[in-house]
């Protein structure tokens, strides 16, 4: 049967939302994810589909290769700077994307789990995200990464353990530092110079690290009430600091639209924070093991 134009307009805006949410979490970008999903409408009415039966498993075929394609071509893009992310607004529309609907989208998602795939090769992505999150068979998402079947599930599963992370410290333990991590995002995010000075050790140090300095950071501060106050300003107007497991300790990472910007490493004694070291250092970000936390 010769599949008229409108008929796979609408046959494709059923699988549109799938599409896209497929996209978003291979891409972490919902701009990026809105245009995977054009491409892969346009590949489809350039195409002769006379012959699909499947045309959702075509599309997601199609859909896959664009995201690859596109997670491929961002390592010769440039670093997105922090001092530029920051200073955009939160109510800023780029590309005609409501950062609103892409914090909730991310939100849904979970913003740790954006970042931890974000560290991830774009096979071992591509494998955990159709397999684990979208359930599509390991032998028909092998010849997208150009993996056998069983590679591919390897691909896979090596993904899943990074993002589950290898717990380095008790589970009581990570439990009680995501208390404090919370407790202390809460505090900053609602200005409350009080609670945070009860969740700060005295004698806390926040240290930064040289790229954080060359772009006016000081490089170190000491005392309550100094971080309590840098925390504050920060923090208070940053919808996406969230937590993250960073070496198996639970840490605080600065992701906008879950590109990984800026984490800070705690040190928890007696149930204060002790130390923040603030890493920006891109090449030391990438060396980082991050992976999503406990709920």
Known sequence: MIKTQNWLAAQFEV????????AYRMLGSLAEAEDAVQETWLHLIRADTSNVSNLGGWLTTVLARICLNMLHARKSRREES????????????EGGIDPEEEAELADGVGL???VVLDTLAPAERLAFVLHDVFAVPFDEIAPLVERSPMTTRQLASRARRRIQGVAMVKDADLAFQREVVDAFLTAARE????????????????RA???AVSRGAVREVCGAQAVARGARQILERIPFAQPVLVDGAVGIVI???GRLLLLLRLTIRDGKIATIDAITDPE????????????
């Not at 699988?15 to 497929?22: G, H, I, S, T, V």
């Not at 030391?284 to 709920?295: F, G, I, K, M, T």
Request: aromatic content about 4%; glycine content about 2%; proline content about 11%.
């Open 209 to 211: 690290d040289h790229v």
């Open 112 to 114: 740790a789990l954006l």
């Open 284 to 295: 030391h970000l990438r060396q980082l093991h991050l992976a999503v936390p406990p709920s």
């Open 255 to 257: 992701a906008p639209r």
């Open 15 to 22: 699988e549109r939302p799938r599409l896209r949410a497929m």
């Open 82 to 93: 922090l001092e530029a992310s920051l200073s955009l607004p939160v109510t800023d529309h």
């Open 191 to 206: 200005g409350s110079f009080d609670a945070l000075l009860t969740i700060l050790d005295p004698d806390i140090v926040f």
